[in-house]
């Protein structure tokens, strides 16, 4: 039976005791209080006791077009009627065929296979093994080893740790993982004194060159991040990088992995990262967005050599992985109402205006003396707050809700990951409440 409608505080109190909430120190929330949502509309997320918030990080990443959108939950409410899920092994549907021929349309040239997971780490996972298997297969047993960008993050599995370069957690769980080494980031934060982003590139290729010289009969494959790296605080690098890491990659024989889990899916301008680097990658990772931020769902994309490397008669040449959700119907449905949008509304056009009028409504935030490094690609802008807090993240994060913002720092960066359907007026709302938030906490 429906009892009254709760309240803020007995859901906060019902959750600490049942639930164990990711990313937390649950201890923490003793002084910074859980956020009970009730609903989601558009870029407003809204709770319990009648307050709002604009949901300026697309709920960590996920939201493309807004929260209880019209045309996603139709599609899904479509799908539910007749079929909600089958396992894929031996079986197969409408939703996964059309999802797997509209990507093949939509991804760089050459990625025409697609392999299913249910998030981000899976499709580390998957990617991970495939690129080693391929190596066995093709009598390389030797290639078993990975690289990744200094300040990396492809999610928190185990295999995916090992990839994953962020200090808390190599602290914690490195005696459970086979660390892979890391190479020098082209983060344009790192630029020397007289580089541009472009020289720091260069620079940081070089590096890249060397280890490869070095290593590349134990490489199986360089996972990257193009263009952002999110976890490492939205560091931005110049596209040229990703043309240079095809051409090595290329020279020494190591595969390309292109982690496209957060800046796929026109976060970055293009409907992926790697077209501004003009290079296909030998295996694309897709999720996060891919369902418009509603159902779990990854996309392992790769090429027909890799694919007719496994096609054989013994079980084992054959690439060994299965989740239970598999290419779930409803999660592809999402999917497919997800690009239908694209389509429809002409979406990477509408964002470039959108980031453009964001742009040039910036300048008051910008130059407040305390923010650093602002920049933007596509639709995420970042910066850093030089402030005398060493709980920024928390006290930002505590006065954006305060403000009814959904702000979530990492450690001194402040970015904007917001939906794409954010209004001309809600992006005002933004950067002066954000520019309030900036000038109390500096
Ligand atoms: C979020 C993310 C992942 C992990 O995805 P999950 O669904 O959280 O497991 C991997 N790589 C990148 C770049 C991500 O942003």
Redesign the pocket.
């Known amino acids: 039976m429906q009892k009254n409608t709760p309240t803020n505080a007995d859901l906060i109190s019902r959750s600490l005791s049942a639930v164990w909430h990711p990313c937390s120190q649950m201890k923490q929330y003793e002084t910074f209080p859980l956020m009970p949502i009730a609903r989601g509309q558009g870029v407003w997320l809204h709770d319990y006791d009648g307050n709002k918030y604009l949901d300026a990080v697309s709920s ?2 996920v939201n493309l077009f807004g929260h209880s959108n019209p045309r996603i939950n139709a599609a899904i409410r479509c799908q539910l009627e007749k079929l909600e899920h089958v396992m894929l092994a031996g079986f197969t549907h409408e939703p996964v065929i059309e999802l797997s021929e509209r990507l093949r349309e939509l991804a760089p040239p050459g990625l025409g296979h697609c392999f299913y997971g249910s ?6 996972e998957i990617a991970l093994k495939m690129s080693a298997h391929y190596w066995r297969n093709t009598g390389q047993p030797d290639k078993v080893q990975f690289i990744s960008l200094q300040n990396s ?5 185990l295999g ?1 740790l090992s990839v994953t370069d962020v200090a808390l957690f190599r602290d914690a769980y490195g005696m459970l993982i086979r660390q892979q080494a890391t190479i020098a980031s082209p983060d344009s934060r790192n630029a020397a004194e007289g580089e541009t982003s472009e020289t720091c590139a260069l620079r940081c290729a070089e590096a890249l060159e060397t280890h490869l010289q070095q290593h590349h009969a134990q490489l199986a494959a360089f996972i990257i ?1 193009p263009l952002v ?3 490492a605080g939205m560091a931005m690098f110049h596209p040229i990088y990703l043309k240079l890491a095809r051409q090595l990659c290329d020279k020494y024989d190591v595969h390309l992995i292109a ?5 796929g899916m026109g976060r970055t301008g293009t409907m992926f990262a790697c077209e501004q680097g003009g290079i296909a990658p030998d295996f694309l ?1 897709i ?2 967005g891919i369902t418009g931020g509603y159902l ?1 769902l ?1 996309i392992v994309m790769t090429t027909d050599k890799i694919y007719q490397a496994f096609y054989a008669t013994e079980t084992a040449r054959g690439f060994l992985h299965s989740h239970s959700y598999t290419g779930n119907p409803l999660a592809c449905r999402a999917a497919l109402a997800t690009l239908d949008i694209f389509e429809q509304d002409n979406v990477l056009a509408a964002n470039r205006q959108k980031a453009a009028f964001l742009n040039s409504i910036a300048q008051p935030l910008r130059e407040l003396p305390f923010v650093k490094n602002w920049r933007n690609t596509g639709m995420i802008w970042a910066f850093e707050v030089v402030s005398p807090h060493a709980d920024f993240a928390q006290r930002c994060f505590q006065l954006g809700l305060q403000h009814e913002l959904l702000l979530r720092p990492m450690g001194n960066t402040v970015y904007f990951m917001p939906p794409y359907v954010i209004s001309d007026e809600e992006m005002h709302i933004l950067l002066t409440r954000t520019k309030n938030i900036i000038e109390t906490l500096t």
């Open positions: 960590w990443w998030d981000g780490a899976s499709a580390t993050y492809h999610g928190e599995t995916a991040e790296q999110g976890a982690d496209e889990i957060a800046v990772l999720s996060k779990p990854s």
